[in-house]
């Protein structure tokens, strides 16, 4: 994940204690909106921390970055911090287990950014388990469908060999509308083993789950979610990239369906 | 479960997704079952997860979201997304045209309200239950 800070100082900002929490929280905010958080709870979190150091808040949460305004007396500071990154519900859960120790004066500013780079730092969940989970999971899913054990079980090659694919492309620097392409190719290649080598009595439930692990689920929920809260700038920008990747999930279907000259 | 490790999610609440999500999940089965249809009961069964998050998101000590959304995941009109994207590239260059638009029409209404009113029902217990879903991480 990257994040790069610019510093936009207003002409009344002398207070460097203002430059320096500003800074921390837009380091923070900008990891939570990358995390897939909802703007509501970004809000909520950041306020509650501003409240704590005595400072005035403003924010303005953006599709990929936030500003954030303080004033305290006469002082003003803002800051707008970029994201990227993906969703990920532990930073979720620990930014706002750090926002409470923050606003219940457990910890102080030093502290608190010790706390956020730990939680940066942290490694994800090991990927070989992620992989299998999703197989499984998505084998399941085929069975919600009403798929035979032939279904399944090509599914769940299929979402193996797509995940891996998926991680080992985007590692390489290849765009993630590409690699979603590719990888929804791949599976659904795999998943039409069943269609022609006349295993099972449900192929087309087999083709039709095995690239359904690529849904962008949470960003379409987030999306929703900020459209109820009000923020619908947000909400717009997480909608048209939610559909941006069910639609490379579909080309990826449409690419295999040709390769394969399937009806 | 596996569906949630995908978003990395804290461990400890990996176990309550799974209960949630197979208790919303077995109660829109029991709806549509019972001859509801995919947005009421996708609406009412969302509710029920909502609750639940909320509830058992102290025990967890995470966001209720963070237990709620991935619980959702399952019920996530993917088949209507597929078909809404097969029925917009079906209707290119196609003598077909009407019966692919229809499919993408449809398949697109299914979708944006199955997810709608998911997300309204898992939004109605945060707001009925403020101070627990803003204070399970305290």
Request: with cysteine.
């Amino acid at each position: 994940m990257t994040m790069t800070m610019m510093t936009k100082n207003s002409e009344s900002s002398l207070d460097a204690g203002l430059a320096v929490l500003d800074d921390f929280f837009s380091d923070y905010s900008a990891f939570l909106l990358s995390s897939g958080c909802t703007t509501l709870r970004i809000e909520k979190n950041v306020r509650r921390m501003a409240a704590r150091f005595g400072v005035d808040c403003v924010m303005t949460v953006m599709p990929k970055h936030i500003e954030i305004m303080l004033s305290r007396g006469g002082a003003t500071d803002t800051r707008m911090a970029y994201w990227t990154g993906g969703i990920n519900f532990y930073a979720i859960t620990a930014l706002s287990r750090l926002s409470w120790k923050v606003a219940d004066g457990k910890i102080g500013l030093d502290g608190a950014r010790r706390c956020l780079a730990a939680i940066k730092s942290k490694a994800r969940m090991n990927i070989v388990f992620v992989t299998f989970a999703a197989a499984l999971a998505n084998a399941s899913f085929c069975r919600l469908f009403r798929g035979d054990a032939w279904a399944m079980l090509f599914v769940f090659i299929a979402t193996l060999g797509g995940f891996c694919v998926k991680n080992k492309t985007i590692k390489t620097g290849v765009d993630a509308r590409v690699a979603c392409i590719i990888a929804g190719c791949l599976s659904a290649i795999i998943a039409c083993g069943p269609h022609i080598f006349g295993f099972g009595t449900t192929p087309d439930v087999a083709v039709a789950t095995s690239v359904l692990y690529l849904v962008p689920g949470i960003p379409f929920i987030n999306a929703f979610s900020d459209f109820i809260n009000g923020h619908y700038v947000c909400s717009m920008s997480r909608l048209l990239s939610a559909l941006e990747t069910t639609v490379c999930l579909g080309t990826g279907l449409v690419l295999a369906d040709y390769i394969l000259k399937l009806q | 479960m596996g569906f949630a490790a995908i978003s990395n999610p804290p461990k400890k609440s990996l176990k309550c997704c799974g209960l949630i999500a197979g208790i919303g999940h077995g109660c829109r089965f029991l709806l549509l079952e019972h001859g509801w249809g995919i947005v009421a009961g996708s609406f009412v069964a969302s509710f029920v997860i909502g609750i639940l998050a909320v509830l058992l998101s102290r025990r967890a000590k995470c966001p209720a979201e963070c237990l709620s959304f991935p619980a959702l995941l399952p019920m996530i009109p993917g088949m209507y997304a597929y078909k809404m994207v097969q029925g917009l590239v079906g209707c290119m260059g196609s003598a077909d045209y009407r019966e692919y638009f229809d499919m993408f029409s449809y398949n697109l209404i299914i979708t944006f309200s199955v997810i709608l009113m998911m997300v309204i029902g898992i939004t109605i217990p945060v707001f009925l239950m403020k101070k627990i879903s803003f204070t399970a991480t305290k």
